[in-house]
């Protein structure tokens, strides 16, 4: 398995440009998350889903949209990016939450906002 | 608002010393707490978990403390390696949907050989 993979690694964007970080799980887990960490700070969620067609918004979610069409794939898009975007994004995955259930990662996209 | 913090942000150690990394909560309710380390480039790796009912943990090298009365979870990490350098992030787990966590700032461990 590859777990949890993302890309891009890393991208510049100039603001308002839009982009899709995309994340994919083979895991067949059916939680998927998406986080930001800013630097010397620790992660926010930004949205969540726990199944296909089913997302819900995190801590963070005002800049972002995400859908869920499948199990695998959860992308976060950045319609109009700011300044203020600029961060790691962590994808993660788990099976489920009612056994509480460790949450898988990504490698992270670093994005900056120029 | 209610979140978890760190009262370290460095910890440097020496190569066969044992490491405490120390973390506080604030929400009583969270029923489930986890430690991640994050090495350079990289996310978060899951290291121990510890539920609301239990007061300690322990896995290999590792092991987590909980104390409910005051709110404080640690990791120590026993005989800590140059390969134990890393960022360690406490986070509790307060959703009722979903496995939402909320994490703390981080420490940083160094490891001096």
């Known amino acids: 398995n590859a777990g949890v993979t993302q890309t891009p690694k890393f991208r510049i964007l100039k603001i308002g440009q839009s982009m899709t970080l995309q994340c994919t799980q083979d895991?067949?887990?059916?939680?998927m998350y998406w986080y930001r960490q800013d630097p010397g700070m620790g992660l926010k969620l930004i949205y969540y889903s726990v199944g296909a067609g089913i997302t819900d918004k995190g801590e963070v979610p005002n800049g972002y949209n995400v859908s869920r069409s499948t199990t695998e794939d959860f992308p976060l898009r950045l319609e109009l990016a700011a300044p203020s975007q600029t961060s790691v994004y962590f994808c993660?995955?788990?099976?489920?939450?009612?056994?509480?259930?460790?949450?898988?990662f990504g490698p992270g996209t670093r994005l900056l906002v120029l | 608002g209610e979140s978890v913090g760190l009262h370290l942000p460095t910890l440097s150690v020496q190569e066969g010393d044992n490491s405490i990394i120390n973390c506080a909560y604030s929400?009583?309710?969270?029923?489930?707490f986890i430690w991640y380390k994050q090495e350079s480039g990289k996310g978060p790796q899951f290291i121990i978990d510890?539920?609301?009912?239990?007061d300690k943990r322990q896995g290999q090298r590792v092991t987590v403390l909980l104390n409910k009365t005051v709110k404080h979870l640690s990791l120590q990490i026993a005989a800590t390696q140059p390969g134990d350098s890393a960022v360690y992030f406490c986070a509790e787990n307060m959703g009722e949907y979903g496995n939402k966590l909320v994490f703390g700032a981080g420490t940083i461990l160094r490891v001096k050989s």
């Open positions: 510890i539920r609301s009912n239990m």
């Open positions: 993660a995955s788990s099976y489920s939450r009612g056994a509480l259930e460790t949450q898988y």
């Open positions: 895991m067949n887990h059916n939680y």
């Open positions: 929400n009583s309710a969270s029923d489930y």
